[in-house]
């Protein structure tokens, strides 16, 4: 048994579809979330530069005396998971591993597609992953650049989404692949357009709930759960607007948003 | 092989869920949904106005070639299903009987709750259908009238639906359940907090869910399905105000609503 929370952290909401995840299935936990906000997106920055943000955020946590970290974030996992193991006393857990591997365990004809941000396209993360896993796999990624904005809009439903979703699931469908990640934090929001296009027979892999299945099973084999009949809560700190993270966090949760607390930089960097 | 689409109705948006879920398990097939917007809400209407209601929209359905009708709707349901399935020639499907069924096969020590509104519980329509199919069934229902208002509200996913839900939760954890019966087609859209706040341990059984698996079943048991790789469209009626049809209906379908046609009261009478 250990009573300490388990903190998450992304450079905004997305990671939010973990932690929802996370609030789901290990309800008697406690979990602390950092977006940091004043500095995202991460994804134009230099890798060095998101390594080096990711590692104060990392000490930041610990110091919080948390008994696990999730990085709930892809570029942060693809910059700096190896470097946040390894500097950290605590277990750090990542986004792109618990997905890529539910994604071989799942395929029956060896053709995995992925959606995500070009960014995660981009890195390689995924196909190197799978390929370790199973080096017979058609791996079929697809750069998506129009779902994050699409999804953070007005009209996060709409068909303009729906035409976006059919353009990029189109490769996917002419390689006739099985299982389809979906590799970017966002995309949890719009799961229902995603698998009416993809259809019954496709198995889509979201990273949010591989995740989180990911912490629960490491927690239970570490032991160290919190009791199981307890009500767990959970709490908010961002580096940057309270008002515009409870706003746009509540669509991302779809839980209740309390309290969020302001982090200013210099805290996460004194240490 | 039957290219004909299927019909749904409800009073308002609730169905929507129910046809969020056949949108997204049968995406070859085509719907025509119909919202008696103009008359609803049924819930406090005497049940022989809502059967007469009820027998317009149906006939109405069969008018436009549908090839089988779910009464997306408890009120409706309750009220009118035996005289439908006795007067219609297509096959029709109601809620209620099949999250029963479902909720009876998922129970392993034999105690079922129910949420559901004031009037789907003082029906008794769920006590005895769980009992016909197991009479050892220990059945607790718990009428939950702030909640369909809470999900129409501002904010859905905020801390007085959790307060709410907790309280409506307590008898049933109190009388260790291991399945619950979420008996109203609004409650699938807070069912992350549903899923919090009973654990996962307990068994959720959504009306919107079974009934879709029971519209499946259906057309394929009788050969009635589409084809199978084929987009499917679907389309909406209403007989009230258009512009609030797509503003709350979004939110209940998370898919995109393109046209909403109106239809007048008299063209349902006018049999």
């Keep these: ?8 952290f992304d450079s905004g909401v997305g990671g939010l579809t973990v932690l929802h995840e996370c609030l789901v299935t290990m309800p008697n936990e406690d979990f602390v979330y950092l977006g940091d906000h004043a500095r995202l997106p991460y994804g134009p920055r230099p890798l060095a530069e998101v390594r080096e943000f990711s590692r104060e955020i990392g000490s930041f946590l610990e110091r919080q005396d948390v008994k696990l970290i999730v990085v709930a974030c892809n570029t942060a996992t693809s910059a700096a998971l190896p470097q946040l193991q390894e500097e950290l006393r605590v277990p750090v857990i990542g986004v792109i591993t618990p997905e890529a ?4 365990q799942a395929t029956r004809n060896r053709r995995i597609g992925l959606l995500a941000t070009q960014g995660t396209v981009e890195s390689g993360r995924y196909a190197s992953l799978v390929r370790a896993l199973d080096a017979g796999v058609a791996f079929h990624p697809v750069a998506c650049p129009r779902l994050v904005p699409l999804i953070e809009s007005d009209d996060p439903y709409g068909e303009e989404t729906e035409s976006a979703v059919r353009e990029y699931a189109a490769p996917l469908k002419e390689a006739r692949v099985d299982t389809v990640i979906l590799g970017c934090t966002h995309y949890p929001l ?15 892999v979201f990273s949010a709930e591989e995740t989180a299945r990911e912490v629960a099973e490491t927690l239970a084999r570490k032991g160290i759960e ?9 709490r908010f700190l961002t580096t940057g607007d309270q008002a515009a993270f409870r706003e746009m ?23």
Excluded: W
Excluded at 101 to 104: E, G, K, L, P, R
């Design 249 to 271: 966090g509540r669509r991302f949760l779809q839980l209740p948003i309390a309290d969020v607390e302001h982090v200013a930089l210099k805290e996460l960097t004194a240490a």
């Design 1 to 8: 048994m250990d009573p300490r929370p388990v903190g998450v």
């Design 226 to 234: 919190h009791d199981r009949d307890r009500d767990g809560a959970y």
């Design 101 to 104: 591997h539910a994604a071989v």
């Design 190 to 204: 719009i799961r229902p357009i995603l698998q009416r296009v993809f259809g019954r027979d496709v198995t889509l």
